[in-house]
C-alpha cells in the first residue's frame, strides 16, 4: 500500500526558504509521477509542481517558477520540494502526491486525478 508522509513545513518570513520532504513507501515508484499541490484557507487545491520519478522531468506551475525546485532521491524515496523567495501568497497546506503515467505521456499533461496517493499535508506560513 502506497503511503507518503511529508514534512518540513513551518512558519517563515518572506523573501525565506524552506525544503518540504515526501517519504514515499509501498511501490517502486519506477512508473509514477510525484506531484506537490497546495490549498490556501477559502480556495481550492492547487498544482505546484510534479516529476517523473524515472527520468526526473519535471513541470511547474507557473507562480512558483524560478523559485521552487522539485527533485527526488532514488536511494531514499523521497521527493523534496525547494522553495525559495517565499511569499505571503504561499502561505497553504502542501500536499505530495502519486500517480501512475504512462511512458509516452508529458508530465505536464497529469491533472489532480491523477494522482491517486496523496499525503497528509504540512503547513507552509509565509509572514509578511
Known amino acids: 500500500q502506497v503511503q507518503l508522509v511529508e514534512s518540513g513545513g513551518g512558519l517563515v518570513q518572506a523573501g525565506g526558504s524552506l525544503k518540504l520532504s515526501c517519504a514515499a513507501s509501498?511501490?517502486?515508484?519506477?512508473?509514477?509521477?510525484m506531484g506537490w499541490f497546495r490549498q490556501a484557507p477559502g480556495k481550492e487545491r492547487e498544482f505546484v509542481a510534479a516529476?517523473?520519478?524515472?527520468?526526473?522531468?519535471?513541470y511547474y506551475a507557473d507562480s512558483v517558477k524560478g523559485r521552487f525546485t522539485i527533485s527526488r532521491d532514488n536511494a531514499k524515496k523521497t521527493v523534496y520540494l525547494q522553495m525559495n523567495s517565499l511569499k505571503p501568497e504561499d502561505t497553504a497546506v502542501y500536499y505530495c502526491?502519486?500517480?501512475?503515467?504512462?511512458?509516452?505521456?508529458?508530465?505536464?499533461?497529469?491533472?489532480?486525478?491523477?494522482?491517486?496517493?496523496w499525503g497528509q499535508g504540512t503547513q507552509v506560513t509565509v509572514s509578511s
Open positions: 516529476i517523473r520519478w524515472s527520468t526526473g522531468s519535471t
Open positions: 509501498g511501490s517502486t515508484f519506477r512508473t509514477y509521477a
Open positions: 502526491a502519486a500517480g501512475p503515467i504512462g511512458e509516452w505521456r508529458p508530465v505536464s499533461a497529469l491533472r489532480q486525478y491523477d494522482y491517486n496517493h
